[in-house]
């Protein structure tokens, strides 16, 4: 009997509107906000810029520069990633430049600091932490990806209210963000923090971006700040329905070639993977229930943080020799879920983990269990699937089984083969 399952590539054809021009159209936005009404000559303009992977971040910051030098103000950048990139300044720039953003790409300077101004305290008694450059600046202007948040349910998620409270909150605003949310809820945070940040620190506008399935541009909003607490709830509900999913919703193992903080907050997207309300297990509110889920490795601009790690019960100890485990364990901490970073069972191969893996799935023969293999999170469009699942690729009108079906990925050294792109 074979260890492993016949395996097939998958093709999803997701509904995916893209913006042509990302440029352009996120001038066209910008200019809807009418920032000239506000702003006079020679004013200085904080523009956030966060650690997630977005498609065309440091074009649409580009562009957001031009704009604002057009009206005549002084730009710059901000990291707003609250603890990411180990919650020190270093490691924040290393981040941005892992994500292609520099001042040469922007064209305007990057101002890092850890350092924050307490601008206030919420009704409950939480101070309110703003990133000192951006609360020296004139105006703020914040930019962002609405998409459901990993952890947390409410109207807003990840977004626009995200970077006012845990992105220019730095690691000190999130890590009291993050305690106060075990005692109140994440929307009544939200509420609180950001009633005091729009009114106290000059945050001129926002700049929404929402995916599509694909990882691409699909949406770009310019928000006015007295609208952010309306609009982002329906962006919010856009971006869900543009989410990308599994190809099936029941895994008996899922297979995740690379997670990272650039991927999602968590190293992989919990929305997607059916882990957003219990780290080792789906519940009735999540689509997708994956049994057991083996990651292989860390990406690149993750540079080391394995936040999300945790979520998996396998991995290899080629993942885990790439953890920088001081950038994780702040993250962490820092985010009050200490549970992803705890490390899973490691082997010393690919064929190892999955060979194990699958005798944790129940009374199923290897090569009948219900494998799927993904690249990550945010690219979905190519798949793998184990033979158990051919039929119902094969009734989905909204995916194929592409070529034939192929022994299972695994050479002589035990080294599973990615996804391909």
């Known amino acids: 009997m074979s260890r492993f399952p016949l395996m097939c590539d998958v093709r999803q054809h997701f509904d995916a509107p893209r913006v042509s021009d990302p440029a352009a159209e996120v001038r066209r936005q910008l200019t809807t906000l009418q920032m000239e009404k506000r702003l006079t000559s020679g004013q200085s303009v904080a523009i956030t810029a966060g650690s997630r992977g977005i498609a065309n971040i440091a074009l649409i910051l580009r562009e957001c520069v031009r704009h604002l030098k057009d009206l005549g103000a002084e730009p710059f950048i901000v990291p707003a990633m609250g603890s990411h990139g180990g919650g020190n300044v270093p490691g924040q720039l290393q981040v941005l430049q892992g994500l292609g953003i520099t001042e040469d790409s922007v064209e305007a300077p990057i101002k890092a600091t850890m350092e924050t101004v307490v601008v206030a305290e919420t009704s409950f008694g939480i101070p309110v932490h703003f990133d000192r450059y951006a609360h020296e600046a004139d105006h703020v202007l914040v930019v962002g990806r609405v998409k459901p ?14 970077m006012l409270l845990i992105g220019l909150g730095k690691r000190e605003g999130a890590e009291v963000y993050h305690q106060g949310i075990m005692s109140h809820s994440f929307p009544e945070m939200i509420d609180s923090v950001a009633e005091r940040v729009l009114s106290t ?31 982002e709830p329906e962006l919010l509900q856009q971006a869900i329905a543009w989410l990308p999913t599994l190809p099936v919703d029941d895994v008996d193992l899922l297979i995740v070639d690379r997670i990272g903080k650039n991927i999602s907050g968590v190293g992989m997207d919990a929305n997607v993977v059916g882990r957003k309300f219990n780290d080792h297990a789906a519940t009735d509110q999540d689509i ?25 019960e396998f991995t290899t100890q080629r993942c885990v020799d790439q953890i920088d485990h001081e950038k994780t364990r702040v993250n962490c901490i820092t985010s009050s879920h200490p549970e992803v970073a705890m490390i899973p069972i490691t082997y010393p191969t690919d064929a190892l983990a999955v060979e194990n893996a699958l005798k944790t799935v129940g009374r199923v023969a290897p090569e009948d269990a219900r494998v799927v293999q993904i690249a990550d999170t945010l690219h ?21 089984l592409v070529g034939s079906p192929y022994p299972f990925p695994v050479d002589e050294r035990g080294q599973m083969s990615d996804v391909p792109g």
């Open 149 to 162: 948040h990993t952890r947390f349910v409410g109207p807003i998620e990840s977004g626009l209210h995200k």
């Open 201 to 231: 620190c000059g945050v001129i506008g926002g700049l929404a971006i929402l995916e599509n399935a694909m990882d691409e541009t699909a949406l770009l909003e310019a928000v006015p700040p007295e609208r952010f607490a309306e609009r």
């Open 288 to 312: 997708a229930r994956c049994l057991r889920i083996f990651v292989r490795s860390l990406t690149e601009q993750t540079h080391g943080n394995a936040c999300g790690i945790g979520v998996a």
């Open 380 to 400: 979905l469009s190519r798949t793998r699937v184990s033979a158990a699942l051919f039929p119902l690729i094969e009734q989905n009108d909204g995916m194929e």
